[in-house]
T-cell receptor, first 113, second 113 residues
Framework: EAQVTQNPRYLITVTGKKLTVTCSQN?????MSWYRQDPGLGLRQIYY???????DKGDVPEGYKVSRKEKRNFPLILESPSPNQTSLYFC????????????FGPGTRLTVL | DAKTTQPPSMDCAEGRAANLPCNHS???????VYWYRQIHSQGPQYIIH???NNETNEMASLIITEDRKSSTLILPHATLRDTAVYYC??????????????FGKGTLLTVNP
């Protein structure tokens, strides 16, 4: 089944404790992206990657890092999480062409205390 | 960026057609209109997209006005499982090949028995 998977689905952590949210897709998509969703603000893009070893900032990249060492994986790294990073996070992928639909993962709900 | 305007909420009776409007009066000639939906904090799901012609797939129909300043998503026979937030999005080329989808607040469609 074609899908985007994220782990963990739920995470409660404390300020300053480094964490990684993994994202994997099995559709051989070149393009992958991370979004965060907050009440009243919609989905905002954090980082995106056009292909392996190619990443760039989205609209709200501060406090986040990403890497793209393999085509299928695009982990989101919070080096020193803060409470304002409490949010619902979505990973997405699509083919590079641009017209194609974007497939979203099930989401990761992160709480930083 | 082309902005979209949608009603915050709509109701529809089960089995009837749901017609969701969207205004995008500042859309440019090469910008596509996409529709996604999100069922209660799940990952957004692609529905349909179009440029200037009307489009239909197994989920819905998309009617775009001739001047392209507005569109309507039609769910022909709404079911309870169609209750979701529906997002109308104008896809913007934000640089290189990063066609960004900017999710606004969408329309909460409630399908009633």
């Amino acid at each position: 089944e074609a899908q985007v998977t994220q782990n963990p689905r739920y995470l409660i952590t404390v300020t300053g404790k480094k964490l990684t949210v993994t994202c994997s897709q099995n559709m051989n998509h070149e393009y992958m992206s991370w979004y965060r969703q907050d009440p009243g603000l919609g989905l905002r893009q954090i980082y995106y990657s056009m292909n392996v070893e190619v990443t760039d900032k989205g609209d709200v990249p501060e406090g986040y890092k990403v890497s793209r060492k393999e085509k299928r994986n695009f982990p989101l790294i919070l080096e020193s999480p803060s409470p304002n990073q409490t949010s619902l996070y979505f990973c997405a992928s699509r083919l590079a062409g641009g017209q194609d639909e974007q497939f979203f993962g099930p989401g990761t709900r992160l709480t930083v205390l | 960026d082309a902005k979209t305007t949608q009603p915050p909420s709509m109701d529809c009776a089960e089995g009837r057609a749901a017609n969701l409007p969207c205004n995008h009066s500042t859309i440019s000639g090469n910008e596509y209109v996409y529709w996604y939906r999100q069922i209660h904090s799940q990952g957004p799901q692609y529905i349909i997209h179009g440029l200037k012609n009307n489009e239909t797939n197994e989920m819905a129909s998309l009617i775009i006005t001739e001047d392209r300043k507005s569109s309507t998503l039609i769910l022909p026979h709404a079911t309870l499982r169609d209750t979701a937030v529906y997002y109308c999005i104008v896809r913007v080329n934000s640089g290189g090949s990063n066609y960004k989808l900017t999710f606004g607040k969408g329309t909460l469609l409630t399908v009633n028995p």
